[in-house]
């Protein structure tokens, strides 16, 4: 297998990497080259999250690990890649310029990847896929996929943000709402709506609301968006109704969806929760819903998305076909 980086064409065998050209890349010089792959790799992980601490977490590694990696890094290039504080890290223009090449870098290995699974027909290689960030719910899909595929090495990226599909270099993305851009092919998964819900042994303690004015008598366990740091207001149907929603007591705030639905079956409180992810507390007795003719009639879809510009490789059509069949399962199918 050959791949062009920075020019120079490179071949992998048996021996390890080395000049299509017949010069040898000695041990030492592959243990060199695997190093500044690695820096490369911290480097391009910082870029995107903006933290030592975030990347470490990623890599297995200590945040003055990651640290010590960009100063050898920036040592060798004799340039300084973030500007540094105590509360933010960011790019300087150099590094902008050296992240757009590295990107093009691992695109590269990562196209050598696909051509070679396209030609045996073998889903293999990295699968980049973007889950929103209630995704942390989909895992047993995911986890069924890895066992059905384990050729195929998964990065996963939990975010609600859809600007850096194609910009991130993602496969594949699973985002809700109405989504339009031009760049992506799009898939319709399944719809949700959103229900009050709270534990059987909640509501025997406290009493069941029979009207959203009522909530003021309960613990109220609300959501926020990450992005904008707004508290999500409960959709009621009727004008008297939202206003209840708003002035719910603040009893717990989290960006959280699974903080919020382990709080519920602990009995703290009531939340508003997609359906499907407490279809099976639902079904238990667990857990109950409250107010349902209160609700609006809103339901929010599931879809997935890819770039366009990108020749579909065995490893994307395998997952889109997978979660479009197993989808049904995961979703309410009475609100489907």
């Known amino acids: 297998m050959t791949v062009i980086i920075s020019g120079y064409p490179l071949a992998i065998d048996g021996a390890g990497w080395h000049n299509t050209s017949d010069i040898f890349v000695s041990n030492d010089g592959q243990k060199q080259m695997m190093e500044k792959m690695t820096g490369l790799e911290v480097f391009m992980h910082v870029a995107q999250t903006r933290s030592f601490v975030a990347t470490g977490r990623v890599k297995g590694i200590s945040s003055s690990a990651v640290s010590k990696s960009i100063s050898r890094l920036e040592e060798r290039l004799g340039v300084r890649l973030f500007q540094r504080s105590t509360r933010s890290v960011r790019l300087t223009s150099e590094g902008e310029v050296f992240l757009e090449r590295c990107h093009r870098i691992f695109s ?31 895992l047993p899909m995911i986890a069924q996929f890895m066992e059905r595929h384990p050729q195929i090495e998964l990065d996963l990226d939990f975010s609600d943000r859809l600007s850096d599909v194609i910009e991130d270099g993602m496969d594949v993305v699973i985002r809700g709402g109405e989504l339009s851009d031009s760049r992506l092919i799009s898939r319709r998964l399944g719809s949700f709506r959103l229900c009050i819900v709270g534990s059987a042994e909640y ?39 939202r206003s209840s929603g708003k002035v719910a007591p603040l009893t717990l705030v989290c960006s959280s969806l699974d903080v ?31 107010l349902d003719s209160f609700m609006a009639p809103v339901t929010t879809t599931f879809h997935m998305l890819w770039p366009s510009t990108r020749q579909m490789t065995p490893k994307v059509r395998v997952f889109v076909d997978y979660m479009a069949d197993i989808f049904d399962n995961f979703m309410v199918p009475s609100r489907r």
Not at 272 to 282: A, F, R, W
Request: hydrophobic share 40%; charged share 25%; net charge negative.
């Open 108 to 138: 590269e290995i990562q196209a050598a990847e696909d051509e070679i699974s396209a030609m045996t027909g073998q889903p293999r290689g990295r699968l980049r896929v973007g889950l929103p960030l209630a995704g942390g719910l989909m």
């Open 203 to 241: 509501f025997e303690r406290n009493g069941t609301p029979s009207s959203p004015d009522e909530l003021s008598e309960h613990a109220c366990l609300h959501y926020r968006f990450p992005s904008s740091g707004k508290v999500a207001q409960w959709p009621f149907q009727h004008v008297a109704a």
């Open 260 to 290: 919020l639905l382990f709080m519920v079956k602990e009995g703290r409180g009531v939340a508003c929760l997609p359906d499907y992810s407490v279809k099976d507390e639902l079904a238990t007795g667990e857990l109950k819903t409250v």
